[in-house]
């Protein structure tokens, strides 16, 4: 295992058909609540599920020109870095993401989640 992901364990969360462009796809790797994002250009990115203002489920947003959008109150997040478009929030964490014979496997820390990274609703 790379030095880089010692502290990191790779889950296989969902075909890759699944994964649509411009739907995101909400998934559990290990304890952790992970949104996929397929851009137009294909690639899948993965970040936590969590928006970091509102604390709802990004995966139940919508996603537009390769950012996703907060349900609640439309804080847009850029899915290849994680960072707020427009707005002073936090950034959203992401994950290393690959795909590998159809299937989608997303790194995630080996530690749980903390409370301020779970989504509440």
């Known amino acids: 295992m790379p030095a880089a992901l010692a502290e990191h364990v790779e889950h296989d969360v969902a075909a890759s058909a699944q994964v649509a462009a411009g739907t995101p796809l909400g ?5 952790w609540h992970v949104v996929l994002a397929r ?3 294909g690639v899948v990115h993965a970040l936590n599920d969590r928006c970091p ?11 537009r020109k390769g950012q996703l959008m907060c349900p609640l ?10 960072h707020c478009v427009g707005a002073a929030y936090a950034p959203v964490r992401t994950f290393p993401v690959r795909e590998d014979r159809g299937r989608v496997l997303v790194s995630v820390p080996t530690r749980p989640p903390e409370l301020a990274e779970v989504p509440l609703f």
């Open 73 to 82: 109150h439309g804080a847009r997040f850029g899915v290849t870095s994680g």
């Open 39 to 41: 851009t137009e250009d």
């Open 27 to 31: 998934v559990k790797a290990g304890a």
């Open 53 to 63: 203002h509102a604390a709802s489920r990004l995966s139940t947003g919508r996603m």
